[in-house]
């Protein structure tokens, strides 16, 4: 299997800025996209960015501009670089990878325990 963890979260003031990072360990054969997605309180499960295997990127229009979605291939990391955070980013924010697993070579969708980020003075 494959194991995403994230790590970077936390309290941040309105306008400061986060750095997310996101592991993939164990049985990898192969990794195609990665992401990041958010889930405030009462609401649904939202992307905020992604990145294709060959750097392609894509955000939400509520982070354009603001988040930079990056990878490190060698390393099986991706990260999301927050700057001007607005209170209205405070959510769990979940990594996930399109992955192959070496070990059934099946691919499927996997997902990280989640990092809070809180946004407020």
């Known amino acids: 299997q494959v194991q995403l963890v994230e790590s970077g979260g936390g309290l941040v003031q309105p306008g400061g800025s986060l750095r997310l990072s996101c592991a993939a360990s164990?049985?990898?054969?192969?990794?195609?996209?990665m992401g990041w997605y958010r889930q405030a309180p009462g609401k649904q499960r939202e992307l905020v960015a992604g990145?294709?295997?060959?750097?392609?990127?894509n955000y939400a229009d509520s982070v354009q501009g603001r988040f930079t979605i990056s990878r490190d291939s060698a390393k099986n990391t991706v990260y999301l670089q927050m700057n001007s955070l607005k209170p209205e980013d405070t959510a769990v924010y979940y990594c996930?990878?399109?992955?192959?697993?070496?070990?059934?070579?099946?691919?499927?969708?996997?997902w990280g325990q989640g990092t809070q980020v809180t946004v407020s003075a």
């Open positions: 996930n990878a399109d992955a192959v697993s070496r070990a059934t070579l099946a691919r499927n969708n996997y």
């Open positions: 164990g049985s990898i054969f192969r990794i195609y996209a």
């Open positions: 990145i294709t295997s060959g750097g392609v990127t």
